[in-house]
């Protein structure tokens, strides 16, 4: 992916004041007046606005943005920040699940083994992993390997996507909830640094598979909770609809801000003006840098200290501060 130009992505129903500054720059490119002080002023006025709209999202609009259909997804945060990459797939048990990623790379100076959901961009690729929602071969596969990366001393990157985990009855059949009750526990123990980043959604027990670690962070505009809006609204309201959506949004604090505030995570990873889906070059470059940061510490711990405040961090969460 690159970056976004003016006009070039689908703009969502709260953004209406940022879609008329960009008609008029439009209308005035289409005149022959691109190089013009007008035209100047309005990708000024348009980029005031932007930040303005985007300085006042409310929870349910923030959740509408990390669904924005061209927000980065890990694949894309793996072509742009990561070199050599090695896809690997597979539980060794019943499939390989697309909806979870994984492989060896290089990131920055480290070598680490990356593990992320991934939603998929065309229909089909959507389909097949089911929007980003992984069934327990796909927490299955990230163990498999996160005991890989343990054993070679690597660290471990995690990137969160999903609504939450696949709620199919094959995937009952299957264990969803013992695969990632057991992630949960292994995670907790691993000798070897792990760092977590949710990049949109992250959803109850489908995000934590994969984010129990040494350091958690959200993007600026994602959302992390116990449960979706939507399964909050039916379940307090009887029904999801336009009215009891954002009030379910509201209620959960599932922001990076009201999470962080709440000692859920550890930081918020500024987004570019607008949202990450804007211009995903530079919100991979941020991400990479957190990442960079976290491992340059983590690393240098020895492995009893680093296991003792991984502990210590979950076990502070919901504690009186």
């Not at 604090?253 to 070059?281: Q, S, Y």
């Amino acid at each position: 992916m690159t970056q976004n130009s003016i006009g070039s992505v689908a703009l969502l129903d709260f953004e209406q004041p940022v879609a008329e500054v960009e008609r008029q720059i439009a209308a005035l490119e289409a005149s022959g007046g691109a190089a013009s002080d007008e035209m100047a002023t309005l990708r000024a006025t348009h980029t005031t606005v932007l930040e303005k709209t985007y300085r006042e999202l409310t929870p349910w609009q923030t959740v509408r943005v990390a669904r924005h259909p061209a927000r980065p997804q890990t694949l894309d945060y793996v072509d742009l920040i990561c070199r050599d990459f090695c896809p690997l797939h597979g539980d060794r048990r019943f499939a390989d699940d697309p909806a979870i990623v994984t492989g060896f790379a290089r990131l920055g100076a480290f070598k680490v083994l990356l593990v992320g959901h991934q939603k998929g961009r065309t229909t089909p690729e959507r389909i097949a992993c089911r929007f980003g929602c992984a069934n327990p071969e796909g927490y299955r596969k990230a163990l498999l390997k996160m005991r890989l990366a343990e054993k070679f001393r690597l660290p471990i990157v995690t990137l969160v996507d999903t609504p939450g985990a696949y709620p199919g009855i094959d995937s009952e059949q299957r264990g969803q909830a013992e695969a990632i009750a057991v992630n949960l526990r292994e995670m907790s123990r691993m000798r070897t640094p792990i760092v977590s980043i949710i990049i949109g959604e992250g959803g109850s027990g489908g995000a934590l598979g994969i984010a129990v670690s040494d350091r958690v962070a959200m993007m600026e505009n994602a959302w992390y909770s116990v449960i979706s809006p939507e399964g909050c609204a039916a379940i307090l309201w009887k029904e999801a609809n336009e009215r009891t959506n954002p009030q379910a949004a509201k209620a959960l604090a599932l922001t990076a801000k009201d999470n962080l505030a709440n000692g859920l995570v550890d930081a918020v990873i500024r987004e570019p003006v607008g949202g990450a889906h804007r211009n995903p070059r530079a919100a991979s470059q941020a991400v990479q840098a957190w990442i960079v940061e976290q491992l340059t510490h983590l690393t240098r711990m020895d492995t009893e200290t680093l296991l003792a405040q991984r502990y210590e961090k979950f076990r502070r969460i919901g504690a009186p501060r």
